[in-house]
Nanobody, 120 residues
Framework: QVQLVESGGGLVQPGGSLRLSCAASGSIFNINYMGWYRQVPGKQRELVAGITSGGITNYEDSVKGRFTISRDNAKNTVYLQMNSLKPEDTAVYYC??????????????WGQGTQVTVSS
């Protein structure tokens, strides 16, 4: 199976920046789609940004122009650079990784979440 390690969350003031990282470990043949989601109490978990194996990205409308998702395939790691943070960005952020094993089996995994708090 795959282990995901998230890091980079914390407390920042409005307008500040954070970079989230999610590193996948294990015997992985290929990581297909990688995404960052966020969730606040009482609401559904929502996709913030995603990136395909080919580097095609997509973003939730409210973060376009502020957040950038990227991946380092050699490290099996996905990043989320968050700039110009707003209080409404406050949430628990989760990474999700769609992997293919050498056997050809494909599965999705969630990180355990990292708290991002934007407050003055």
């Amino acid at each position: 199976q795959v282990q995901l390690v998230e890091s980079g969350g914390g407390l920042v003031q409005p307008g500040g920046s954070l970079r989230l990282s999610c590193a996948a470990s294990g015997s992985i043949f290929n990581i297909n789609y990688m995404g960052w989601y966020r969730q606040v109490p009482g609401k559904q978990r929502e996709l913030v940004a995603g990136i395909t194996s080919g580097g095609i990205t997509n973003y939730e409308d409210s973060v376009k122009g502020r957040f950038t998702i990227s991946r380092d395939n050699a490290k099996n790691t996905v990043y989320l650079q968050m700039n110009s943070l707003k209080p409404e960005d406050t949430a628990v952020y989760y990474c999700n990784v769609d992997v293919t094993y050498y056997s050809g089996i494909r599965e999705k995994y969630w990180g355990q979440g990292t708290q991002v708090t934007v407050s003055s």
